[in-house]
Nanobody, 119 residues
Framework: QVQLVESGGGLVQPGGSLRLSCAVT????????LAWYRQAPGKQRELVAR???????DYADSVKDRFIISRDYFKNTMALQMNSLQADDTAVYYC?????????????WGQGTQVTVSS
């Protein structure tokens, strides 16, 4: 069974940094795209960053030049390096994967990890 396992959330002061990780576990054939989404209280879930199979990246305007998404194609892992964190970055962050497995092409979500930016 395919699962996405996230780690790395926590409490950080404004201006600080955090690194989130996501590991894809289970039997898969391939990964098309990996992405990070976030959802703040009372708001809709939004795309933060994504990385395609050919390493193209895309970022939300609000995190450009502060966040960096990366991917290890051999280990099936993804990371989000978050720098210069602001209070507005406080949210639950979710890993998302567009995966080809033996049941076909499916979309998977991690359980979410809380990021809180506060002094």
């Amino acid at each position: 069974q395919v699962q996405l396992v996230e780690s790395g959330g926590g409490l950080v002061q404004p201006g600080g940094s955090l690194r989130l990780s996501c590991a894809v576990t289970g039997t898969i054939i391939g990964i098309y795209e990996l992405a990070w989404y976030r959802q703040a209280p009372g708001k809709q879930r939004e795309l933060v960053a994504r990385i395609t199979n050919d390493a193209r990246t895309d970022y939300a305007d609000s995190v450009k030049d502060r966040f960096i998404i990366s991917r290890d194609y051999f280990k099936n892992t993804m990371a989000l390096q978050m720098n210069s964190l602001q209070a507005d970055d406080t949210a639950v962050y979710y890993c998302n994967a567009d995966i080809l497995d033996y049941e076909g092409r499916n979309d998977y979500w991690g359980q979410g990890t809380q990021v809180t930016v506060s002094s």
